[in-house]
């Protein structure tokens, strides 16, 4: 299985509202990574998951929490976000950010959650 | 810090070759990459270079680097409507980006038949 898959496909919430974004994969890849992508944009790097601690935040609003129950899942909470949230949400893994190892990043992207935030 | 630049937008006739481009400025980067992303759609790596070889073919596609100039071309051989899409280039490496991928903005490829 060299699939990462992500739920759900599409999401539409309030600026109330309180959702998560699930990200799954059976590769036995140990880092995982959530990016944000404006239409017309490249992805821009959120947080990076490696042996499910945290290991990278950058600098992202506190309105988005990941969290890494075990290797194979990450998931995204999302609470108060704004109208400018709205975007393509993309999970990917790759094989342990090891330090010996950390220049080739190979990265297994999903389809991505589109999120529009009213 | 980090940068990739690549030329926004490349149109071809159907059974021509692309070429699309790219510049990156950290010379530490040791692999440099392609993505493809079709409308709607996650990233898929298209293919890799490392950054101790000048080309990689791998069928219709062809990477091409010149590491004197920082500069990175993908070459798309007999070029299909299929294979419309954004292509991003993306470097790694043991600098600034610490392992990340680090993206440029993409390349629209239209392929007209």
């Known amino acids: 299985d060299t699939e990462v898959t992500q739920t759900p496909k599409h999401l539409v919430m309030g600026m109330t509202n309180k959702k998560s974004l699930k990200c799954e994969q059976h590769?036995?890849?140990?880092?995982m990574y959530w990016y944000k992508q404006k239409a017309k944009k490249p992805p821009e790097l959120m947080f990076v998951?490696?042996?499910?601690?945290?290991?990278i935040n950058e600098s992202v609003p506190s309105r988005f929490s990941p969290e890494c129950p075990n290797s194979s899942l990450l998931n995204l909470h999302l609470h108060a976000l704004q109208p400018e949230d709205s975007a393509l949400y993309l999970c990917?893994?790759?094989?342990?950010?090891?330090?010996?190892?950390?220049?080739?990043?190979?990265?297994?992207f999903g389809p991505g959650t589109r999120l529009t935030v009213l | 810090g980090e940068d990739v630049e690549q030329s926004l937008f490349l149109s071809v006739r159907e059974g021509d070759s692309s070429v699309i481009n790219c510049t990156y400025t950290?010379?530490?980067?040791?692999?440099l990459y392609w993505y493809k992303q079709e409308p709607g759609a996650g990233l898929q790596l298209l293919t890799y270079?490392?950054?101790?070889?000048d080309m990689k073919q791998d069928q219709r596609l062809t990477v091409l680097l010149n590491k004197k100039d920082k500069h990175l071309s993908l070459r798309i051989a007999d070029t299909q409507t299929g294979d419309s899409a954004i292509y991003f280039c993306?470097?790694?490496?043991?600098?600034?980006?610490?392992?990340?991928?680090?993206f440029g903005k993409g390349t629209k490829l239209s392929v007209k038949p």
């Open positions: 950290d010379s530490s980067s040791t692999y």
């Open positions: 270079i490392f950054s101790n070889m």
């Open positions: 590769m036995g890849h140990r880092a």
């Open positions: 993306a470097e790694s490496g043991y600098g600034g980006s610490q392992g990340n991928l680090i």
């Open positions: 990917a893994s790759s094989q342990s950010r090891a330090l010996t190892n950390l220049s080739y990043n190979e990265q297994f």
């Open positions: 998951y490696s042996y499910e601690k945290l290991s």
